[in-house]
């Protein structure tokens, strides 16, 4: 469990917290600037120290209570500050109770739409009351957590980009499901507005294609730009593998699992073949097809073979050395 940053000042943004909500009540309407929206109040636990908590447009479960939660502003790509979480020190001198008429001094965590919230093991069971607000759908009764605005980190994982798109397919089918609860539509008909929506939420870019060094080692995390691979040189295509002679061949087809044999030589070397771009494969497969040797090693023959399987290759004839 974190503590709060060392000097921390009146209405400093705090990136990245971890506390225990000791005490979370019913979030209640309350009117603003720019309409009625839902603020929920509650104390968590810092450090060894309490402080109340705020969380506006972003509702919790009050399962929560007792659980250990990290709370994350996220970066705004316009501003290019940090929002979503914040300290703030609030004084006030109340008109009833043991202080009437006395100064109170009290330090806040204030929780906006646009904060991540993750907690420490799985999500609390939802039970907080629908937003009544122009907001997106209160998510609580599929216990997936409220926000008005997802963001995400980028994921660290494969683990990670997996949990992140089926939250976001929980987050969508539930969202669709709220939207239409009054309109009577059978289960069928809801199911293909939820992947009209997942489409479209995928089109405005919700997903995104990431490699992950760890578990792919050497992968690079763009493909080399199309005027690039065509200008590449024939001098850049390996002849040979570093063997005086190819390997013979069994029965099965060794050659299948090209993704990851890299380039030996060349510009591309240490490049795994799923990654230097059709326009070199292409190259290389003719290149080789065209010489004396033909596919006389080992690399030229997992080149053949991805080739064929891109369909680079249609023209070339099944090989019984390589069944297909």
Do not use: C
């Not at 420490?120 to 599929?142: I, L, V």
């Not at 969508?172 to 289960?187: G, L, M, Q, S, W």
């Not at 053949?304 to 070339?316: F, V």
């Amino acid at each position: 469990m974190t503590s709060l940053p060392e000097g921390i000042e009146d209405g400093e943004v705090i990136k990245k917290i971890t506390g225990k909500i000791t005490k979370l009540y019913d979030a209640e309407e309350q009117n603003g600037q720019f309409g009625t929206y839902m603020r929920q109040k509650g104390e968590i636990e810092i450090g060894g120290k309490t402080l109340h908590l705020y969380i506006t447009s972003n509702e919790q479960p009050k399962s929560a209570r007792g659980r250990t939660v990290t709370l994350e502003s996220i970066k705004d790509d316009k501003t290019k500050a940090f929002k979503g979480v914040q300290y703030v020190i609030e004084k006030f001198t109340p008109k009833k109770g043991v202080n009437a008429g006395k100064e109170v001094t009290q330090e806040v965590i204030k929780v906006n739409g646009s904060a991540v919230v993750t907690y420490e093991g799985a999500t609390p069971a939802g039970d907080a009351p629908a937003a009544k607000t122009n907001s997106a759908p209160n998510r609580q009764a599929t216990g997936v957590a409220q926000s008005t605005s997802v963001v995400y980190p980028e994921p660290q994982s494969l683990q990670d980009l997996l949990n992140q798109i089926a939250y976001q397919h929980a987050l969508t089918d539930a969202t669709v499901r709220n939207a239409y609860k009054d309109d009577k539509y059978d289960e069928e008909t809801l199911r293909a507005y939820v992947a009209s929506v997942w489409i479209e939420v995928n089109r405005q870019g919700a997903n995104r294609f990431y490699i992950f060094e760890k578990e792919v080692e050497k992968a690079k995390t763009q493909e080399p730009a199309k005027e690039e691979q065509e200008q590449a040189a024939e001098e850049d295509i390996p002849w040979t593998d570093g063997k005086e002679e190819a390997t013979p061949e069994p029965e099965s087809n060794p050659f299948g699992d090209w993704a990851s044999v890299e380039v030996p030589d060349g510009k591309n070397k240490g490049t795994m073949l799923a990654k230097v771009g059709k326009v070199w494969i292409q190259k290389a497969f003719d290149a080789y097809k065209g010489s004396p040797k033909g596919f006389d090693t080992d690399f030229k023959k997992f080149v053949r073979q991805a080739a064929i399987d891109l369909g680079i290759a249609k023209d070339e004839e099944e090989d019984d050395s390589i069944p297909m």
